[in-house]
């Protein structure tokens, strides 16, 4: 009688588990269902189990990954291998963390952002004076954080690092403690932001470009590759890669945001007024807050008029475009 029961507890098991299997909608999936129904005790169960219940979005959480209980995950989340989730963390909806994605304490994320493969994000601020305790990181929604990117937490625990809405960080972007970055912008391959930094919206920085600490880049700004920024970059303009200074407005950012032709003959007059003028700075800012008090050279006005202890961006030297136009590929 013992080993009828038995093997009628076995039979039930097996087909139990055959319809676990049958359920799932991958392999990759199935196989997370097995590991939870062989190791019932495990820390994820109850949560990997979660997405079986009825009238519930379907949240992924493999089995082989470290996640803190008091970590609150969202809907439709999906954790890879190997990921590890400290204490204090939230992830909202609809994330993907693939494999070895670190996310440190102090860190709030919102819906819908994408972590690939070894992303560290709230790691330990990189400042000789960093001491213990440290400040968050926030970020919004929509933004894809590529192959070994990193972000910091701020120095001070009443600070956050932010990142904004839609960024794209690509493979081994660095965000220093205490950035502030807006919405939809791109840093490419290798860029690096120094402590402090304060990116507007829809930015470009190209690969290897590298930005000093307590910098500000403009709105609708274009860093050339390899660049380095040491001052303010205003709104609007393009810096040169090769000599980090400034080439000019960013013609093929402003027409792609929709600013019609009579909005770019202005930002040319502001942008005179600016760098070819020769007025003394007193001079120019009192130029601008007379002409310039609408339309998109406000934003001009209003960056301009923010004290900082940088400076902004000088234009290049009539040789040292020269020099830049020679290293300009054919047809670029």
Not at 42 to 54: G, K, M, V, W, Y
Not at 227 to 239: I, R
Not at 243 to 258: H, P, Y
Not at 270 to 298: D, H, I, M
Request: contains cysteine; glycine residues 12%; aromatic residues 6%.
């Amino acid at each position: 009688m013992p080993a009828r029961n038995g093997r009628f507890s076995g039979y039930r098991y097996g087909i139990s588990l055959f319809a676990l299997v049958a359920a799932a909608p991958s392999l990759p999936f199935a196989l997370d269902l097995i590991s939870c129904w062989m190791f019932p005790n495990h820390a994820l169960f109850l949560r990997s189990f979660s997405i079986l219940q009825p009238n519930t979005t379907m949240t992924i959480i493999s089995p082989l990954a470290i996640i803190s209980p008091d970590v609150q995950i969202g809907k439709n989340v999906d954790i890879g291998p190997y990921c590890l989730i400290e204490s204090g963390v939230t992830i909202g909806n609809d994330c993907r963390l693939d494999s070895r994605v670190v996310v440190k304490s102090g860190v709030t994320i919102g819906d819908n952002n994408q972590f690939a493969l070894g992303s560290i994000i709230g790691g330990v601020p990189q400042h000789i004076s960093a001491q213990p305790p440290f400040g968050q990181v926030r970020i919004g929604e929509g933004n894809v954080f590529r192959e070994n990117t990193t972000v910091h937490r701020s120095l001070k625990e009443s600070d956050s690092t932010v990142i904004g809405h839609d960024n794209d960080l690509m493979v081994g972007v660095h965000v220093a403690h205490d950035c502030v970055i807006g919405n939809g912008n791109i840093l490419v391959n290798g860029a690096m932001l120094g402590g402090h930094v304060i990116v507007g919206n829809r930015t470009t920085l190209g690969g290897g470009a590298a930005v000093h600490q307590h910098c500000r880049i403009g709105s609708l700004a274009m860093i050339g590759a390899q660049a380095l920024v040491v001052q303010d970059v205003p709104p609007f303009l393009t810096v040169d890669g090769l000599t980090g200074r400034i080439a000019g407005l960013n013609l093929v950012g402003l027409r792609q945001s929709g600013r019609t032709a009579e909005e770019i003959k202005t930002l040319k007059s502001a942008y005179f007024t600016l760098y070819r003028s020769g007025l003394t700075w007193k001079e120019t800012l009192q130029v601008f807050q007379e002409n310039y008090s609408t339309g998109p050279a406000a934003e001009w006005t209003q960056f301009l008029l923010t004290i900082t202890n940088r400076g902004i961006v000088r234009e290049q030297l009539p040789r040292l475009r020269v020099i830049a136009e020679t290293h300009t590929e054919p047809g670029s």
